[in-house]
């Protein structure tokens, strides 16, 4: 099994920014893709970014492209998510998830966290 916890989450204003991370434990993630999403109230669970952790390739959706940077940290076995220039579009549950497979849709993903709230004033 393996354990994602998510943090870094909080209220901020427009404009501002904040950097999420996410730790990963119970096995070795250097085969995994890791990816982020989120989701707000009424919406669906919605991609954000994702890395790739052999070939270090990364792709964000349009809504964020930009102003948010996926990156990694191997030795920790790590994911961050850095946002910038945040609106109130960008308020929701934001989730990290591990997958061997895994890329920019919900469904290949293996691995969850338990979310981390965003909250972005107008």
């Known amino acids: 099994q393996v354990l994602l916890v998510e943090s870094g989450g909080g209220l901020v204003q427009a404009g501002g920014s904040l950097r999420l991370s996410c730790a990963a434990s119970?096995?070795?993630?250097?085969?995994?893709?890791m990816g982020w999403f989120r989701q707000a109230p009424g919406k669906e669970r919605e991609f954000v970014a994702v890395?790739?952790?052999?070939?270090?390739?990364?792709y964000y959706a349009d809504s964020v492209k930009g102003r948010f940077t996926i990156s990694r940290d191997n030795a920790e076995n790590t994911v961050y998510l850095q946002m910038n220039t945040l609106t109130s579009e960008d308020t929701a549950v934001y989730y990290c998830a591990a997958g061997s497979t895994g890329w920019a849709s919900r469904y290949d993903y293996d691995y969850w966290g338990q979310g981390t709230q965003v909250t972005v004033s107008s």
């Open positions: 119970g096995r070795t993630f250097s085969t995994y893709n």
């Open positions: 890395i790739s952790w052999n070939v270090r390739s990364a």
